[in-house]
Nanobody, 129 residues
Framework: QVQLVESGGGLVQAGGSLRLSCAASGRTLSNDGMGWFRQAPGKEREFVAAISWTGYSTYIEDSVKGRFTISRDNAKNTVYPQMNSLKPEDTAVYYC??????????????????????WGQGTQVTVSS
């Protein structure tokens, strides 16, 4: 049974930073592409960032580009989105997801939730103005 567990969320003032983590149990993530999505109340889940299984390629949604980055530490079986210069509109539940089958590549592929095989339960990020 694969489990993805997000952590690092919380309440932060606008302009602040948070580093989320996504850790896995039950299997290694070192061969999986990893993505992060978020969902605000009343809105659809949207793509935030992704990193290829090698770590060589990263993809960042335009709305957070320049503020968010993503990295991975395969030795720790963990993926980290770093979120800087946070804005109130970044408030959402953030989810990590693992692409085990890797049937595609590129930004569009990673932005499609259907391409992921495992999902975490999410961590709340709230940015106050």
């Amino acid at each position: 049974q694969v489990q993805l567990v997000e952590s690092g969320g919380g309440l932060v003032q606008a302009g602040g930073s948070l580093r989320l983590s996504c850790a896995a149990s039950g299997r290694t993530l070192s061969n999986d592409g990893m993505g992060w999505f978020r969902q605000a109340p009343g809105k659809e889940r949207e793509f935030v960032a992704a990193i290829s299984w090698t770590g060589y390629s990263t993809y960042i949604e335009d709305s957070v580009k320049g503020r968010f980055t993503i990295s991975r530490d395969n030795a720790k079986n963990t993926v980290y989105p770093q979120m800087n210069s946070l804005k109130p509109e970044d408030t959402a539940v953030y989810y990590c997801a693992a692409d085990r089958h890797r049937t595609g590549s590129g930004r569009y592929y990673y932005s499609v939730p259907h391409n992921y095989d495992y999902w975490g339960q999410g961590t709340q990020v709230t940015v106050s103005s």
